[in-house]
């Protein structure tokens, strides 16, 4: 027996052996740095697709994508507060300006009409106070302004002489700004007959020289309340703008 024991404890060691390494223990933290190489090797076919079970990589994904859209927008609203204050300027510039050149074309077509409608009157009754030629152009100018819904700042009929032949009216009621309206009509501008400049919002006689024209000059002065100012104070800027829209024009006298 004792010749026999010896080949029989050998052998079972051998499959003993055998048996240790078919059991070779492998840690935790091997399987997992596996199982990441395969969800990286194979994303299609990795845990998150199937109805259950979450990869071990998607809350690291998830933390990076949140902080993306964190920075994504933090930006956004970064360039927004700087490009706002520029948007508001250059939309309410847009519009002033554009409001405020149509209604300086709208009133030098007016002057235009006042002046030839007075002009065209008859010159008998200058040295009255109120003569019919002032009146018809006060009268054309402050019912084309109600007309087209134009405040005339509560504008009065009844002028202030002012010699030899010049009538002032002017009021800033209604809610007109402190400048208000001033028409000024004078039937006797007279002006050179060459060289001539472009007349003064007063409606100033020129210098006639040798030769010099009879006219009649109405000028319009409109209060306009500008909203740009307020807007260029957003960028700390102050704009120094008119307070009234001027025009002027002349036409010759016919009678």
């Known amino acids: 027996m004792r010749a026999d024991s010896g080949p029989t404890i050998r052998h079972n060691r051998r499959h003993e052996r ?23 090797t194979h994303p299609d076919q990795r845990v998150s697709a199937r109805a259950y079970g979450e990869p071990v990589t ?6 990076a994508r ?19 204050p520029l948007l508001v300027v250059f939309v309410v510039g847009i519009f002033d300006f554009s409001s405020a050149f149509t209604l300086r074309l709208r009133l030098t077509n007016l002057a235009r009409d006042a002046a030839r409608a007075a002009a065209g009157d008859p010159a008998s009754d200058l040295q009255n106070t109120t003569p019919v030629s002032v009146s018809d152009a006060f009268y054309l100018i402050d019912n084309y302004l109600q ?6 700042c ?11 032949l010049t009538w002032t009216f002017s009021a ?21 007959r060459t060289g001539a400049v472009v007349p003064s919002v007063g409606c100033q006689p020129q210098n006639p020289g040798t030769t ?44």
């Open 66 to 84: 949140l902080s993306d859209v964190f920075s994504d927008q933090g930006a956004q609203l970064v360039e927004f507060a700087v490009s706002l």
């Open 147 to 152: 007309a087209n819904n134009i405040n005339d």
């Open 18 to 40: 055998l048996r240790c390494v078919c059991f070779l223990p492998i840690s935790l933290s091997v399987l997992a740095a596996l199982y990441v190489a395969e969800q990286a």
């Open 58 to 63: 998607h809350p690291l994904h998830f933390r």
């Open 212 to 255: 010099a024209v009879i006219g009649t000059c109405v000028s319009i002065q409109y209060p306009y309340p500008w909203r740009f100012g307020k807007a260029a104070g957003l960028l700390g800027r102050n704009a120094s703008l008119p307070t009234q829209i001027s025009t002027v024009a002349v036409a010759l006298n016919e009678n």
């Open 172 to 192: 800033n009621g209604n809610g007109c700004p402190a400048a208000g309206l001033t028409i000024t009509v004078n039937r006797g501008y007279y002006f050179p």
């Open 154 to 164: 509560g504008i009065s009929s009844t002028p202030t002489p002012q010699p030899p």
